[in-house]
Nanobody, 123 residues
Framework: QDQLVESGGGSVQAGGSLRLSCRASLFMFRNHVMGWFRQVPGKEREGVAFRTGVGKEFFSDSVRGRFTISPDTAERTMYLQMDNLKPEDTAMYYC?????????????????WGQGTQVTVSS
């Protein structure tokens, strides 16, 4: 099981921006769906944004227009740029990668996970 290494996150006021990073193996980066889920205590893990190996992107309704996902192939890193953050974006964010994904927003489809990084947005 390939390792995903996350970085970024932190605390910001509403309206601010943060960027998350997720570094993977080159094989995984080119051939897998990669993206982020987020989770708050007591709730299910929620799909946020994803990008396929051929560049198709998926966003949840709650973040579309505010979050962007982009790859840096040379660095084998996927970035999640989060702008105009809202208090309801506060959660632990997990990078995920999977092969042969049928339902992009379903966490059970993903076999590789990052360690998680906390994002806190204050009002």
């Amino acid at each position: 099981q390939d390792q995903l290494v996350e970085s970024g996150g932190g605390s910001v006021q509403a309206g601010g921006s943060l960027r998350l990073s997720c570094r993977a193996s080159l094989f995984m980066f080119r051939n897998h769906v990669m993206g982020w889920f987020r989770q708050v205590p007591g709730k299910e893990r929620e799909g946020v944004a994803f990008r396929t190996g051929v560049g198709k992107e998926f966003f949840s309704d709650s973040v579309r227009g505010r979050f962007t996902i982009s790859p840096d192939t040379a660095e084998r890193t996927m970035y999640l740029q989060m702008d105009n953050l809202k208090p309801e974006d506060t959660a632990m964010y997990y990078c995920a990668a999977g092969f042969g994904i049928r339902e992009v927003f379903s966490p059970s489809e993903y076999k590789s996970w990052g360690q998680g990084t906390q994002v806190t947005v204050s009002s």
